[in-house]
């Protein structure tokens, strides 16, 4: 059964930082593309950041970009979203999801491609 967890959600204030960690497992990491949704309150999810299964192919939300970084071990099939200069819009709960697959496609946020979903880490920014 392919599992992912994630961890590394917190409280912060604005302008701080925080790492969440995402674990997979049951499936072949090395073969499978991975990424992080959010849920803000009364906001639909939205895709965050992509990482293929190789790290050749990254893309991010225009509203994180420059701010958060995303990166992957394949060794311990975990992927890390580094976030800095946190504000609040980045509020809400992050899940990682995997389709199971390695692909880059301009495609990347649509939440049908994901097959398994982790419970979610909480995010809270205060202002």
């Known amino acids: 059964q392919v599992r992912v967890m994630e961890s590394g959600g917190d409280k912060v204030q604005t302008g701080g930082s925080l790492t969440l960690s995402c674990t997979a497992s049951g499936l072949d990491f090395n073969k499978s593309a991975m990424i992080w949704f959010r849920q803000g309150p009364g906001n639909k999810r939205e895709g965050v950041a992509f990482i293929d299964a190789r790290s050749t192919c990254t893309y991010f939300a225009n509203a994180v970009k420059g701010r958060f970084t995303i990166s992957r071990d394949n060794s311990q099939a975990t992927v890390t979203l580094q976030m800095n200069s946190l504000i609040p819009e980045d509020t809400g709960m992050y899940y990682c999801?995997?389709?199971?697959?390695?692909?880059?496609?301009?495609?990347?946020?649509?939440?049908?491609?994901?097959?398994?979903w982790g419970q979610g880490t909480l995010v809270t920014v205060s202002s």
């Open positions: 999801a995997t389709p199971s697959y390695d692909f880059c496609a301009r495609s990347w946020s649509e939440p049908s491609r994901y097959m398994t």
